[in-house]
């Protein structure tokens, strides 16, 4: 059912629930028939997903990756729940240009006519800076944890034998989360181009937002490793520099 183009100063509470209904509905079915594809390449995604940490185990024990079965499990229906968690996190990132654009599709009411003609910059941009994200944490993320980990248990002569949940777990966080910290740009360009902050009031708060990046990864890096705390905080820092740069063209120059 087509939404009325109502203006969004006339739109009521309840027509702004509804086309938030509709959206997430959409965003559901678009993820749901994805789901369908990657849930018959589930085994290949496994072994994808895997690969990072082999990778790391192999350069910490000096063994070939081939050779390395560290993965077991104690409950029948693990490794069942286990790929299908895994499928539908994967329809997830791989519906994200269509999720990102039904974001926008809600929020476009509010925004100036001029502004609603950059939906596909928009859709680009933030499909483009989650995936940089995802691909940064396969890439370098888990090779820097995998590395310390895996150094440190083979340092205590212990034996791996992980679960497939639990490594989903730490996996598909890792990789979400750095995700959407490379979306720390985009949201920086509203909040300036909706002049709720600036390029110099970043700043000038530098060192607040220095603390709260800590205090951040933290709590939500992976690990529980001071390292990691460290190496998530210096990338958001980066990318904090990166949402300062972006303010400042965002934001809108009064006419003199």
């Not at 594809?37 to 290949?44: E, G, M």
């Not at 990338?235 to 063209?249: F, N, P």
Request: aromatic share 16%; glycine share 4%; proline share 5%.
């Amino acid at each position: 059912m087509p939404i009325p183009a109502t203006p969004p100063e006339k739109m009521s509470f309840w027509e702004h629930l509804h086309e938030l209904r509709v959206r997430l509905v959409r965003s559901l079915l678009a993820v749901a028939v994805v789901f369908a594809l990657t849930y018959a390449f589930r085994f290949k995604l496994w072994i994808w997903a895997q690969r990072p940490f082999l990778e790391a185990m192999a350069r910490q024990t000096g063994k070939a990756v081939s050779s390395l079965d560290p993965f077991a499990f104690t409950d029948l229906t693990e490794p069942f729940f286990s790929m299908m968690r895994l499928s539908l996190w994967t329809a997830a990132f791989l519906a994200a240009p269509f999720l990102f654009y039904q974001v926008w599709a809600f929020i476009r009411p509010g925004l100036l006519p001029q502004e609603r003609r950059l939906v596909i910059p928009f859709v680009l941009v933030t499909s483009g800076c989650f995936m940089a994200g995802a691909a940064f944490a396969y890439k370098q993320a888990f090779r820097f944890l995998g590395d310390i980990l895996f150094q440190e248990a083979a340092s205590a002569g212990l034996r791996a034998n992980l679960h497939a949940s639990d490594y989903l777990d730490l996996f598909i966080s890792t990789t979400l989360i750095t995700g959407l910290m490379f979306e720390l740009p985009v949201l920086f360009f509203f909040l300036a181009r909706f002049r709720i902050v600036t390029a110099r009031l970043m700043l000038k708060y530098w060192r607040h937002a220095t603390l709260a990046i800590l205090i951040f990864s933290a709590f939500f890096t992976p690990g529980d490793v001071v390292v990691t705390t460290l190496f998530f905080s210096v990338v958001l820092l980066g990318l904090y520099v990166i949402s300062v740069i972006v303010a400042w063209i965002a934001e809108p120059r009064s006419a003199k």
